[in-house]
C-alpha cells in the first residue's frame, strides 16, 4: 500500500534542520475545571523509557491547580488527578512537556488537552488535519495513505519528541522497518532520549510485523478442542487470512465484528479465511460475543484466567491493545498488513480477492 520508498522520505529529511537539543526545559502548567476535585493532587507523569516518573505535582485547591518547574529535557508525558487505581487520566492523550506556560484547555464535556506550547499546539491540531482528510471523499485505503504521509511529514518536519510521540503511535500501524529508519533520521541528541531507545527495544523485541513471517497461536475452541493458526492457513483453498484479536468487553471490537462478519460471508467461498484469539473473561462471555455477532470462522481462547497482556499470543504480536488485526498471505505466511479495519479492511480485501 505504501508508494513513497524510505529511501524518498529519508532523503528528504536532509536539508531540515532539527530542532530539540537536550536542554532542561522551564515550564508553568495551569488548569481550571469544577471536576478538579479540592484536595486531591494532580500529577504530571511520563512513561519514557518504560516506566512511570513523577514529574509534578500540585495541590488542587478552588477547582484550580498551577505547576511550575524544571526538568532535565522535553518529554512526552500525561496528566493525572491521583495515581494508580485511585488515578484518573485528565489529559485526552499524552502531550509534550516542553519550555513554556501550558494550559489545560476544554474542547468538549469530559475531554481535556494542554495548549499553549509550539509542539503541543501542531499536535492538538493533528485530528482537525486527520478529519479532514477522512472527510476529502477519497477511498479509505488513499486515506490510510495519507494519514500515513501526514505523519511522516511531521516527523521529518519536527525531529524532536512531538516526532517520538507520533512514531510511537504509528508503530500500531507502521511496519517497525520504516518506525525504525525515521528514528535514524532524528538528530543526535534525540538519539539517546529514554522514548527513542524505549522505541528501538520495543521494536527489536517484535517477532510479528508487516513483511515478516506470521508465528503460531494455539488455543482452546468453544467445543474444546485444540486449534492453531497455522492449521487454518494450511487448509486446502485459504487464500489470505486476517487473524483478529477482540473481546465482548471491548467496545471498538464490538463495533468491528459486524464488518468481519460481512466479509467473511462474502468471501469464505473464494478463500477468504478468519481467525479469531478472543480475550473474554470467561467461556460465558466467549460464546454469548460468538452468538451475537454471528462469528462463524474459527476462533480460540489463549486460557482463562490470564490477563491478556500475560498470554504468549499478545507478546508474540507485540500487541498494545485490542482491536489488532493482521492480513496474512496464505502462500507463504508473510504478513502483508496490520491493524486495518473497517472500510480500509474491506477494500485492502477486496483487492485481493477480486
Not at 15 to 42: K, L, N, Q
Not at 135 to 159: F, T, Y
Not at 185 to 207: C, F, N, V, W, Y
Not at 258 to 286: C, M, T
Request: a negative charge.
Amino acid at each position: 500500500m505504501r508508494k513513497i520508498s524510505l529511501a524518498a522520505i529519508l532523503a528528504s529529511a536532509a536539508w531540515i534542520v532539527g530542532c530539540t537539543t537536550h536542554t532542561a526545559v522551564s515550564y508553568t502548567i495551569r488548569g481550571e475545571d469544577p471536576s478538579f476535585v479540592d484536595g486531591r493532587w494532580m500529577y504530571v507523569l511520563s512513561y519514557a523509557g518504560g516506566r512511570e516518573t513523577v514529574i509534578d505535582s500540585a495541590r488542587i485547591e478552588h477547582h484550580t491547580f498551577t505547576m511550575k518547574g524544571r526538568y532535565a529535557y522535553p518529554v512526552s508525558a500525561f496528566l493525572y488527578m491521583g495515581r494508580g487505581a485511585d488515578g484518573v487520566q485528565i489529559s485526552a492523550s499524552d502531550f509534550i512537556l516542553e519550555s513554556g506556560e501550558l494550559v489545560v484547555e476544554k474542547p468538549a464535556e469530559g475531554i481535556f488537552m494542554l495548549a499553549g506550547t509550539p509542539q503541543n499546539d501542531l499536535y492538538n491540531d493533528l485530528p482537525r488535519r486527520m478529519a479532514e482528510i477522512e472527510a476529502s471523499g477519497r477511498p479509505a485505503l488513499q486515506c490510510v495513505e495519507a494519514r500515513d504521509s501526514l505523519v511522516r511529514a511531521i516527523v521529518l518536519e519536527n525531529r524532536n519528541v512531538l516526532a517520538l510521540s507520533l512514531l510511537d503511535a504509528s508503530l500500531l500501524w507502521l511496519p517497525g522497518e520504516e518506525v525504525s529508519a525515521l528514528l535514524d533520521s532524528l538528530p543526535g541528541t534525540m538519539q539517546q532520549h529514554p522514548a527513542t531507545k524505549d522505541l528501538r527495544e520495543r521494536i527489536d523485541r517484535m517477532r510479528t510485523d508487516v513483511g515478516r513471517p506470521y508465528v503460531d497461536i494455539s488455543g482452546l475452541t468453544p467445543e474444546g478442542d485444540t486449534l492453531s493458526l497455522g492449521e487454518v492457513i494450511r487448509r486446502p483453498g485459504c487464500r489470505y487470512l486476517l487473524l483478529d484479536f477482540g473481546a465482548l468487553w471491548c467496545s471498538p471490537c464490538r463495533e468491528e465484528f459486524p464488518n468481519l462478519a460481512a466479509l467473511h460471508e462474502k468471501y469464505a467461498a473464494r478463500g477468504f479465511q478468519i481467525f479469531g484469539v478472543s480475550f473474554d473473561v470467561s467461556p460465558e462471555r466467549w460464546r454469548e460475543c460468538i452468538e451475537t455477532y454471528g462469528m462463524k470462522w474459527p476462533q480460540v481462547h489463549p486460557g482463562f484466567g490470564r490477563a491478556p497482556r500475560q498470554t504468549k499470543a499478545w507478546n508474540d504480536y507485540a500487541l498494545d491493545g485490542i482491536p489488532a488485526c493482521f492480513l496474512i498471505d496464505a502462500r507463504d505466511g508473510r504478513i502483508l498488513a496490520k491493524n486495518l479495519r473497517g472500510e480500509a479492511l474491506a477494500q485492502q480485501v477486496a483487492q485481493l480477492m477480486d
